[in-house]
């Protein structure tokens, strides 16, 4: 059983197409994180939710949406696609609070768009 | 923002030799995790470092914690070809969940 899974695992698109990435955990976590790792490997954190509710909201254009229906899934909805989204998306999980909280990832979704 | 940096970003040893990742950050955290990053893979945890002093080991690597210096090392001995991966440090800040994740350094282990 796959901890945390994304669908797709490859996206290919053209400029200004609108595609979105599906992530569900089964881990019981209640924390939810969309990172963005670029060509150079850079992590960036984009979103995070925790139990369905946005609490991390870093410098993102407002055409990525994240969208968490329980706390088992967060879903990523980007629109007007452009050459600089091209990555690799990571979502990933854990537990919420003070204390050791390990990120679980799932396998990432790269993106490419033409 | 808190900014954390990994030096050197890339790495390349021959098979049998010690060297050690430095990763700084900029803010106070006592809580400093490792991952592992093979390529064209997902991150794996490595490590999760809690305290001042903290000493993990696991194998051939082992890391620790100096929340005064706000500095985390990997040490690598006797290196091995298995080793060859990305490794990053991550930061967590003290009010929780959000990770900041350091520049990440390319390891290269040469038979």
């Known amino acids: 059983d796959t901890a945390v899974s994304q669908t797709p695992k490859y996206l290919v698109t053209q400029m200004g197409n609108d595609k979105s990435i599906k992530c569900e955990q089964n881990l019981g976590h209640d924390t939810m994180y969309w990172y963005k790792q670029d060509s150079k490997k850079f992590l960036k954190i984009m979103f995070s939710?925790?139990?369905?509710?946005?609490?991390i909201n870093e410098t993102v254009p407002n055409r990525f949406s994240p969208k968490s229906p329980d706390k088992a899934h967060l879903n990523l909805h980007i629109n007007s696609l452009e050459l600089g989204d091209s990555a690799v998306y990571f979502c990933?999980?854990?537990?919420?609070?003070?204390?050791?909280?390990?990120?679980?990832f799932g396998a990432g979704s790269r993106l490419t768009v033409l | 923002e808190l900014k954390v940096e990994q030096n050197p970003l890339f790495l390349s040893m021959q098979e049998g030799k010690n060297y050690t990742i430095y990763c700084n950050y900029s803010?106070?955290?006592?809580?400093l995790y490792w991952y592992r990053q093979d390529p064209g893979k997902s991150l794996e945890s490595l490590f999760v470092l809690l305290s001042n002093g903290a000493v993990k080991q696991e194998g051939r690597l082992m890391a620790s914690l100096d929340t005064k210096a706000r500095l985390s090392t990997l040490h690598i001995t006797a290196a091995v070809h298995d080793l060859s991966a990305t490794y990053f440090c991550a930061v967590d800040t003290n009010t929780g969940n959000q990770f900041y994740f350091g520049t990440g350094t390319s390891l290269t282990v040469i038979p």
């Open positions: 803010t106070t955290s006592d809580r």
């Open positions: 939710y925790n139990n369905k509710e946005l609490i």
């Open positions: 990933a999980s854990s537990l919420y609070g003070v204390g050791a909280n390990v990120l679980t």
